[in-house]
C-alpha cells in the first residue's frame, strides 16, 4: 500500500482551527491522506493530535476550516453518518459484556447490521487476527489492559468504513506484543486497502507503518513526508529530535570565515559548504548511528579520515548496553555526543578513557540556532 494508489483525497483538512477556552488546540490543520494510505501523526501529548481525529470523526466541530471526507464537506454531517471507525486510546468498551459482545456491536446496528453467520465469521476473523479468540466469552472487565486494548481494536476493524482513525492503539501492550501488532496493522492495510489516520507519540511505530508521516506540533503540522523525506530532510530541529533513539546529537556553532562549519568552543571544524554568512549561529545535526568508533588516541582537532569523514577526539562520558549495542556518549570539550556501536567495540570502554570518533559527512545535518519562539530550521545544503 502506498501513498500513490489511486491520488484521491479520502481526509482532508482546510485551515482548521479549535480552541478550548483560551486553549488553541488546533491553529490551521492543513492535511491530505490519500485513498488507502496510513498515514501517522506524530506528536507529543498536547500536540493537537486526538482533537485533530475527533475533530475528523465529527465529536468535535472545528471553530473554522472544512473536514473533507472522500471530497466531501462534513460540516453538520453527524458522526455516525461520516462512515469511519475510531478507536479510543482509553478503550471506550461496554465492560459488562464480553467480548465477543463487544466485537459485536458495531455489526448491530442498522447501519452496519449484518446476517448473524456472517457477523460470527467477521468477528472470529479479526480475533484471531488479534489473538484474542480465547477471550471471546470472558467478560471484558475481567481482561487486562492489553487484551481490553485489542478487543477496542478488533471492533473498529470488524466493520466497514471508509477510514479507520486509531488513538494510540498500541500504547498499553507490552513491548514484545506491540511489534507483533505493528507488523499485523501494516498487513490489514496491505490486505484491505482502508484510509487510516493513526496517531502516536512512538517515532518508531510511525516509521515502522506510515506510508507518510505528519509531524504535529502546538496545533500545527510542521513536515509531512516519507519516512525517508522525514528522516534524512527534516524541517527544523524539532523534527529532528522526534525521530531516532538515542536522540540526534546537536552541537552549537557557527559559520567560518571560508563557509565550514566550526564548533562553538572552537575545538573542531568541519569541511561543510554551508549556505550562511559568516559568523551566522547554527547547529550541526549528528545521528548516533552515523558516529563510529575509532581506536583510542590523544588529541583536540578533527582530523581528516578519508572517504569523506573527519576524526574528532574525546573522553568516555558514560556508556550503556542497548543488547547487542552500547550507546556511548563521549565528550567533546564542554559538549557531549552519543553515538551506537557494536558491544564488542565499546567493550572495556571506562570513564574518561580517551576514544576516537569517525563522523560521516554524507548524513549530518545543519539548522539555524534554535530560538524561544521556535525550533532552528534546516539550511539547505
Known sequence: MTAAGSGTT?????????SY??????????LDVAEGEFFCLLG??????????????????????????GGRDMTGVEPYDRGVAMCFESYALYPHRSAYDNLASPLRSPKYRLPAAEARTRIHDIAELLGIEQLLERPVG??????????????VLVRPARAFLLDEPLSHLDAKLRQAMRAELKAIGDVRRTTTLYVTHDSVEALALGD?????????????????????????TFVARAFGRPLINLLPGTVTADGHFGSAEGGFELP?????PPGTAVQLGVRPRDVALGEAGAGGEATGGGGGAVELTGTVYVTEVLGRATEVTVRLGSRQISLVAPRAA???????DPVRLRVGLENLLLFEADRPERPGRRIST
Open 10 to 18: 479520502s481526509i482532508g483538512l482546510r485551515g482548521v482551527h479549535k
Open 21 to 30: 477556552g483560551r486553549n488553541r488546540a488546533l491553529d490551521g490543520i492543513e
Open 44 to 69: 507529543p501529548s498536547g500536540a493537537g493530535k486526538t482533537t485533530t481525529l475527533k475533530t475528523v470523526a465529527g465529536l468535535e466541530e472545528p471553530d473554522s476550516g472544512a473536514v473533507e471526507l
Open 142 to 155: 475481567a481482561l487486562s489492559n492489553g487484551q481490553r486494548q485489542r478487543v477496542a481494536l478488533g471492533r
Open 212 to 236: 507518510r508521516i505528519g509531524v504535529i506540533r502546538d496545533g500545527r503540522i510542521v513536515q509531512t513526508g516519507t519516512r525517508e523525506e522525514i528522516w534524512h530532510r527534516p524541517h527544523d
Open 272 to 276: 561543510l559548504d554551508v549556505p550562511a
Open 346 to 352: 565499546a567493550a572495556g570502554l571506562r570513564v574518561d
